[in-house]
T-cell receptor, first 114, second 113 residues
Framework: AQSVTQLDSQVPVFEEAPVELRCNYS??????LFWYVQYPNQGLQLLLK??????LVKGINGFEAEFNKSQTSFHLRKPSVHISDTAEYFC????????????FGAGTRLFVKA | DTAVSQTPKYLVTQMGNDKSIKCEQN?????MYWYKQDSKKFLKIMFS???????INETVPNRFSPKSPDKAHLNLHINSLELGDSAVYFC????????????FGPGTRLTVL
């Protein structure tokens, strides 16, 4: 069975500092990987996704993530964060079992301080 | 134009009542979903429909009944509401059941008193 672990429930960071949000997954088959962002009182929106090909994936708002198959990880990074990046970030894994079922991690709250 | 819309945005009701949440997507997607997000932000799939057919039905009480009149709409009806049903409910859609990227609605905050 697939599962997703986001290793940090909260990540406080100062503005303009780099950040990494960690995500590990387990699955017995090939997976698709996603990062979603949820701003306060809003729905989730896609930041980036890995389906195949290059393991370094670039997304919106300057975020990127690297798929590491050997470590079963898909960590999200940004070299310099802004106050407006304060939000909840969700890692998600989908695997094709005759239709996709997506499992979401528990979320990481990124709090950017001035 | 809003891609995935939900109504109402807020719903406050008494225990034991029956309520419905509506969802519509104008993206031309074949697959729609209902998720429940609890107070700790944990997001859990409840149901998924592909072209009006139920394809995912997680362990959800029978009091929850999804209905898809057409592939652009997926409504959620809840009978005999309980305190534990209080949460934010999100509708989402995807191109089809073989592509994982989902588009989410703004959510419906349900409060059961």
């Amino acid at each position: 069975a697939q599962s997703v672990t986001q290793l940090d429930s909260q990540v406080p960071v100062f503005e303009e500092a780099p950040v990494e949000l960690r995500c590990n997954y387990s699955s017995s088959v090939s997976v698709y990987l996603f990062w979603y962002v949820q701003y306060p009182n809003q729905g989730l929106q896609l930041l980036l996704k890995y389906l195949s090909g290059s393991t370094l994936v670039k997304g919106i708002n300057g975020f990127e993530a690297e798929f590491n198959k050997s470590q079963t990880s898909f960590h999200l990074r940004k070299p310099s964060v802004h106050i407006s990046d304060t939000a909840e970030y969700f890692c998600a894994v989908s695997q094709n079992t005759g239709g996709f079922k997506t499992i979401f991690g528990a979320g990481t709250r990124l709090f950017v301080k001035a | 134009d809003t891609a995935v819309s939900q109504t109402p945005k807020y719903l406050v009701t008494q225990m034991g009542n029956d309520k419905s949440i509506k969802c519509e997507q104008n993206l031309g997607h074949d697959t729609m979903y209902w998720y429940k997000q609890d107070s700790k932000k944990f997001l859990k799939i409840m149901f998924s429909y592909n072209n009006k057919e139920l394809i995912i039905n997680e362990t959800v009480p029978n009091r929850f009944s999804p209905k898809s009149p057409d592939k652009a709409h997926l409504n959620l009806h809840i009978n005999s509401l309980e305190l534990g049903d209080s949460a934010v409910y999100f509708c989402a859609s995807s191109q089809d059941s073989l592509h994982g990227e989902q588009f989410f609605g703004p959510g419906t905050r349900l409060t059961v008193l």
